[in-house]
């Protein structure tokens, strides 16, 4: 499974700025459907007098949650095609669409009772890969259930790099 959405602040989910609707580049777009519309809020920080800290460290990416109703999901799901599929989607972009995807087909698994409302909103170019990968999901669901814990590992700090080489 490949791919990403996103969601309103009331599900948890982080929406990238942008929806792209374009067919994949292999094949000719032979149907124009538009993605849904997204907005975007911008807020500006109050003024200090505290000069800005920097960090070295990235921030961990936030968490991509579990999706809370069907209508969300199929929403995310149907701007995650488009997006994956315009060439000019950006990395970063690409990275939190294919992810807000794979959690999509992984609740669908989930919740059989949305597949509906996801199959109803899936745009007429991805319907074919949307019924593929919620296949491949219902088999991979089949070899094994999730586990309510993690399994009992330690964590050890590697060796030096000197060693390593």
């Known amino acids: 499974m490949a791919g990403a ?4 602040a ?3 989910q982080a929406a990238p700025s942008t929806v ?6 292999t094949e000719p777009p032979t149907t124009t459907v538009p993605p849904p519309t997204t907005t975007s809020t911008t807020t500006l920080a109050p003024a200090t007098s505290a000069a800005p800290t920097t960090s070295t460290k990235p921030l961990p990416p936030a968490p991509i949650l579990p999706y809370r109703n069907a209508t969300t999901l199929a929403e995310v799901l149907a701007a995650a095609e488009f997006a994956l599929a315009d060439p000019m989607t950006a990395p970063d972009d690409f990275t939190v669409w294919a992810q807000l995807q794979q959690q999509a087909y992984r609740d669908l698994v989930a919740h059989p009772d949305w597949q509906g409302a996801a199959r109803r909103a899936m ?6 890969a949307f019924e593929l990968n919620l296949e491949a999901g219902t088999h991979l669901r089949r070899l094994t259930s999730p586990q309510p814990g993690l399994p009992d590992w330690t964590i050890v700090a590697p060796p030096p790099l000197a060693q390593l080489r």
């Open 5 to 8: 959405g996103c969601g309103d």
């Open 10 to 12: 009331s599900d948890g």
């Open 20 to 25: 792209a609707s374009e067919a994949p580049a």
């Open 123 to 128: 745009p007429e170019p991805f319907r074919d």
